[in-house]
């Protein structure tokens, strides 16, 4: 019965790791790519 509760704890450990990863793709990289964008005019100015 333990080990069924051990598994279960690591199995949602896991889904949260790979939710927030896909969280961080999604939010992080569009404004990562923004960011040299909007740096690109206020170096010229």
């Known amino acids: 019965m333990t080990n069924n509760i ?18 961080a793709v999604v939010l992080l990289l569009p404004s990562i ?3 040299p964008e909007q740096k690109g005019p206020e ?3």
């Open 6 to 23: 051990i598994i279960f704890i690591h199995l949602m450990a896991a889904a949260i790791a790979i939710g927030s990863m896909v969280f």
């Open 43 to 45: 170096e010229h100015f």
């Open 33 to 35: 790519e923004k960011l």
